[in-house]
Protein backbone atom coordinates (compact mmCIF):
# COMPACT_ATOMS: atom_id res chain seq x y z
CA UNK A 1 0.00 0.00 0.00
CA UNK A 2 1.32 3.18 -1.03
CA UNK A 3 2.06 6.59 0.35
CA UNK A 4 -0.71 8.18 -1.43
CA UNK A 5 -2.91 5.45 -0.24
CA UNK A 6 -2.16 5.66 3.76
CA UNK A 7 -2.50 9.00 3.34
CA UNK A 8 -5.61 9.57 1.54
CA UNK A 9 -7.51 6.76 3.48
CA UNK A 10 -6.33 7.65 7.04
CA UNK A 11 -6.95 11.20 6.76
CA UNK A 12 -11.01 10.38 5.40
CA UNK A 13 -11.45 8.08 8.63
CA UNK A 14 -9.26 10.34 10.99
CA UNK A 15 -11.14 13.49 9.78
CA UNK A 16 -14.48 11.48 9.74
CA UNK A 17 -14.02 10.60 13.39
CA UNK A 18 -13.30 14.23 14.38
CA UNK A 19 -15.78 15.60 12.55
CA UNK A 20 -18.66 13.15 13.80
CA UNK A 21 -17.50 13.54 17.38
CA UNK A 22 -17.70 17.35 17.29
CA UNK A 23 -21.12 17.32 15.56
CA UNK A 24 -22.14 14.80 18.68
CA UNK A 25 -20.87 16.94 20.69
CA UNK A 26 -22.82 19.92 19.47
CA UNK A 27 -25.84 17.83 19.38
CA UNK A 28 -25.63 17.07 23.12
CA UNK A 29 -25.63 20.59 24.27
CA UNK A 30 -28.65 21.43 21.27
CA UNK A 31 -30.64 18.51 21.51
CA UNK A 32 -30.76 18.90 17.58
CA UNK A 33 -31.75 16.20 15.53
CA UNK A 34 -29.56 17.42 12.22
CA UNK A 35 -26.30 17.82 14.03
CA UNK A 36 -27.00 14.53 16.00
CA UNK A 37 -27.96 12.62 12.89
CA UNK A 38 -25.06 13.72 10.60
CA UNK A 39 -22.43 13.48 13.71
CA UNK A 40 -23.31 9.63 13.83
CA UNK A 41 -23.00 9.65 9.91
CA UNK A 42 -19.27 11.22 10.01
CA UNK A 43 -17.72 8.33 12.97
CA UNK A 44 -19.99 5.47 12.19
CA UNK A 45 -19.67 5.20 8.32
CA UNK A 46 -16.33 7.35 7.58
CA UNK A 47 -15.05 6.64 10.75
CA UNK A 48 -15.54 3.38 12.02
CA UNK A 49 -17.30 1.24 9.11
CA UNK A 50 -14.87 2.80 6.07
CA UNK A 51 -11.81 1.96 8.74
CA UNK A 52 -12.61 -1.16 9.37
CA UNK A 53 -13.51 -2.08 5.64
CA UNK A 54 -10.28 -0.47 4.32
CA UNK A 55 -8.21 -2.23 7.21
CA UNK A 56 -10.11 -5.76 5.97
CA UNK A 57 -9.24 -5.14 2.34
CA UNK A 58 -6.93 -2.82 1.40
CA UNK A 59 -4.43 -3.35 4.12
CA UNK A 60 -5.37 -7.22 4.80
CA UNK A 61 -4.88 -6.33 9.10
CA UNK A 62 -7.38 -9.49 9.69
CA UNK A 63 -7.12 -13.69 10.29
CA UNK A 64 -8.91 -15.50 8.24
CA UNK A 65 -11.25 -16.28 10.93
CA UNK A 66 -11.67 -12.52 12.02
CA UNK A 67 -11.87 -11.30 9.07
CA UNK A 68 -15.59 -11.92 8.20
CA UNK A 69 -16.37 -10.14 11.61
CA UNK A 70 -14.66 -7.24 10.57
CA UNK A 71 -16.52 -6.95 7.33
CA UNK A 72 -19.65 -7.37 9.08
CA UNK A 73 -19.23 -4.70 11.67
CA UNK A 74 -17.44 -2.25 9.16
CA UNK A 75 -20.37 -2.82 6.83
CA UNK A 76 -23.23 -2.52 9.45
CA UNK A 77 -21.71 0.38 10.54
CA UNK A 78 -21.47 1.78 7.16
CA UNK A 79 -24.85 1.01 6.96
CA UNK A 80 -25.69 2.53 10.01
CA UNK A 81 -23.62 5.65 9.10
CA UNK A 82 -25.73 6.11 5.21
CA UNK A 83 -29.26 6.16 7.07
CA UNK A 84 -28.08 8.38 10.09
CA UNK A 85 -27.66 10.27 7.09
CA UNK A 86 -30.17 10.20 4.66
CA UNK A 87 -32.06 11.45 7.75
CA UNK A 88 -30.23 14.28 8.31
CA UNK A 89 -30.44 15.75 5.23
CA UNK A 90 -33.80 15.30 5.09
CA UNK A 91 -33.79 17.17 8.60
CA UNK A 92 -31.89 20.33 6.64
CA UNK A 93 -33.14 20.88 3.86
CA UNK A 94 -36.23 19.34 3.14
CA UNK A 95 -37.75 19.68 6.45
CA UNK A 96 -41.29 20.94 4.96
CA UNK A 97 -41.10 18.03 1.44
CA UNK A 98 -42.85 14.62 2.48
CA UNK A 99 -41.37 13.01 -0.99
CA UNK A 100 -37.70 12.67 1.43
CA UNK A 101 -39.51 10.30 3.41
CA UNK A 102 -39.68 7.67 0.31
CA UNK A 103 -36.64 8.27 -0.73
CA UNK A 104 -34.96 7.51 3.11
CA UNK A 105 -37.40 5.04 3.16
CA UNK A 106 -35.77 3.56 0.15
CA UNK A 107 -32.12 3.59 1.54
CA UNK A 108 -33.43 2.09 4.66
CA UNK A 109 -34.94 -1.22 2.83
CA UNK A 110 -31.76 -1.42 1.06
CA UNK A 111 -29.74 -1.29 3.61
CA UNK A 112 -31.46 -3.41 5.51
CA UNK A 113 -31.77 -6.17 3.05
CA UNK A 114 -27.89 -5.97 2.81
CA UNK A 115 -27.93 -6.71 6.21
CA UNK A 116 -30.05 -9.41 6.08
CA UNK A 117 -27.95 -11.22 3.61
CA UNK A 118 -24.86 -10.43 4.84
CA UNK A 119 -25.85 -11.85 8.34
CA UNK A 120 -27.05 -15.18 6.33
CA UNK A 121 -23.24 -15.38 4.81
CA UNK A 122 -21.17 -14.19 7.52
CA UNK A 123 -18.15 -16.70 5.94
CA UNK A 124 -18.73 -15.03 3.08
CA UNK A 125 -16.11 -12.91 1.65
CA UNK A 126 -16.14 -10.69 -0.27
CA UNK A 127 -20.19 -11.09 -0.27
CA UNK A 128 -22.68 -12.52 -2.35
CA UNK A 129 -23.69 -10.18 -5.48
CA UNK A 130 -26.90 -8.98 -3.77
CA UNK A 131 -25.64 -8.02 -0.44
CA UNK A 132 -22.98 -5.78 -2.33
CA UNK A 133 -25.67 -4.14 -5.20
CA UNK A 134 -27.58 -3.31 -2.38
CA UNK A 135 -25.30 -1.76 0.37
CA UNK A 136 -23.55 0.07 -2.57
CA UNK A 137 -26.86 1.38 -3.85
CA UNK A 138 -28.13 2.47 -0.58
CA UNK A 139 -24.88 4.09 0.07
CA UNK A 140 -24.78 5.82 -3.34
CA UNK A 141 -28.06 6.83 -2.68
CA UNK A 142 -27.27 8.87 0.65
CA UNK A 143 -24.26 10.30 -0.54
CA UNK A 144 -25.29 11.44 -3.84
CA UNK A 145 -28.60 13.18 -1.84
CA UNK A 146 -25.84 14.61 0.39
CA UNK A 147 -23.75 16.68 -2.58
CA UNK A 148 -27.08 17.21 -4.70
CA UNK A 149 -28.43 19.52 -1.87
CA UNK A 150 -24.84 20.78 -0.70
CA UNK A 151 -24.42 21.78 -4.02
CA UNK A 152 -27.76 23.22 -4.73
CA UNK A 153 -27.95 25.24 -1.58
CA UNK A 154 -24.25 26.54 -2.66
CA UNK A 155 -25.53 27.51 -5.92
CA UNK A 156 -28.70 29.13 -4.04
CA UNK A 157 -26.26 31.59 -1.83
CA UNK A 158 -23.92 32.36 -4.56
CA UNK A 159 -27.33 34.00 -6.02
CA UNK A 160 -27.92 35.54 -2.60
CA UNK A 161 -24.64 37.19 -2.38
CA UNK A 162 -25.02 38.81 -5.06
CA UNK A 163 -27.65 41.31 -3.59
CA UNK A 164 -26.00 40.93 0.09
CA UNK A 165 -28.13 38.87 1.35
CA UNK A 166 -25.77 35.39 2.14
CA UNK A 167 -22.48 34.85 3.93
CA UNK A 168 -19.70 33.92 1.57
CA UNK A 169 -17.87 31.69 4.06
CA UNK A 170 -21.48 29.84 4.49
CA UNK A 171 -21.60 29.32 0.88
CA UNK A 172 -18.07 28.34 0.82
CA UNK A 173 -18.68 25.25 3.32
CA UNK A 174 -21.80 23.83 1.69
CA UNK A 175 -19.43 23.59 -1.63
CA UNK A 176 -17.09 21.60 0.70
CA UNK A 177 -20.10 19.42 2.09
CA UNK A 178 -20.91 19.09 -1.49
CA UNK A 179 -17.42 18.20 -2.80
CA UNK A 180 -16.75 15.65 -0.03
CA UNK A 181 -20.07 13.97 -0.44
CA UNK A 182 -19.14 13.67 -3.91
CA UNK A 183 -16.03 11.83 -3.71
CA UNK A 184 -17.98 9.79 -1.21
CA UNK A 185 -19.81 8.77 -4.22
CA UNK A 186 -16.85 7.92 -6.53
CA UNK A 187 -14.99 6.14 -3.72
CA UNK A 188 -18.18 3.48 -3.76
CA UNK A 189 -18.13 3.51 -8.24
CA UNK A 190 -14.89 2.91 -7.56
CA UNK A 191 -16.32 -0.38 -5.40
CA UNK A 192 -19.06 -1.34 -8.00
CA UNK A 193 -16.16 -0.89 -10.50
CA UNK A 194 -13.62 -3.24 -8.74
CA UNK A 195 -16.55 -6.24 -8.24
CA UNK A 196 -16.54 -6.31 -11.97
CA UNK A 197 -12.34 -6.85 -11.99
CA UNK A 198 -11.70 -8.65 -8.83
CA UNK A 199 -13.55 -9.01 -6.23
CA UNK A 200 -11.40 -11.39 -3.91
CA UNK A 201 -8.56 -8.17 -3.71
CA UNK A 202 -8.59 -4.18 -4.54
CA UNK A 203 -6.99 -3.65 -7.78
CA UNK A 204 -3.96 -1.52 -7.69
CA UNK A 205 -5.13 1.62 -9.90
CA UNK A 206 -8.68 1.68 -8.05
CA UNK A 207 -7.37 1.62 -4.92
CA UNK A 208 -5.05 5.05 -5.86
CA UNK A 209 -8.41 6.56 -7.15
CA UNK A 210 -10.34 5.41 -4.19
CA UNK A 211 -7.28 6.87 -1.46
CA UNK A 212 -7.56 10.39 -3.51
CA UNK A 213 -11.30 10.38 -2.93
CA UNK A 214 -10.56 9.74 0.33
CA UNK A 215 -8.68 12.80 0.64
CA UNK A 216 -10.53 15.12 -1.17
CA UNK A 217 -13.12 13.81 1.04
CA UNK A 218 -11.13 14.35 3.81
CA UNK A 219 -10.48 17.95 3.20
CA UNK A 220 -14.24 18.37 2.01
CA UNK A 221 -15.64 17.46 5.58
CA UNK A 222 -12.92 18.82 7.75
CA UNK A 223 -12.91 22.32 6.22
CA UNK A 224 -16.35 22.55 5.87
CA UNK A 225 -16.84 21.97 9.71
CA UNK A 226 -13.46 23.25 11.16
CA UNK A 227 -13.25 26.46 8.73
CA UNK A 228 -10.10 28.45 9.12
CA UNK A 229 -10.00 30.92 11.84
CA UNK A 230 -9.79 33.47 9.37
CA UNK A 231 -12.88 32.76 8.17
CA UNK A 232 -14.18 32.76 10.90
CA UNK A 233 -13.08 36.26 11.89
CA UNK A 234 -14.42 37.39 8.25
CA UNK A 235 -17.98 35.71 8.61
CA UNK A 236 -18.37 37.54 11.87
CA UNK A 237 -16.65 41.19 10.77
CA UNK A 238 -19.26 41.01 7.80
Same mark, same amino acid.
Given at each position: ??? %??????????????????????????????????????????????????????? %???????????????????????????????????????????????????? %????????????????????????????????????????????????????????????????????????????????????????????????????????????????????????????????
Amino acid at each position: MGA %LSIVGFGSFVVASFLVGLRLLGIATRTGKAPELAIGAAFLASGGLGYGLIVLAFA %LHAFSAPVMPIAVLVGNTSASCGAIALAFGIWRIFRPADRWPLALTAVIVAL %LVVSFVGRLRNVAVVPAPAFVFWTFTIGSVASYAWSAFESLRFHAMLRRRMRIGLADADIARRFLLWGVAGSAAVGIHVCSAANRFLDPDTIHPALLTVQAALGLGAASGIWFAFFPPHRSRRTALSE
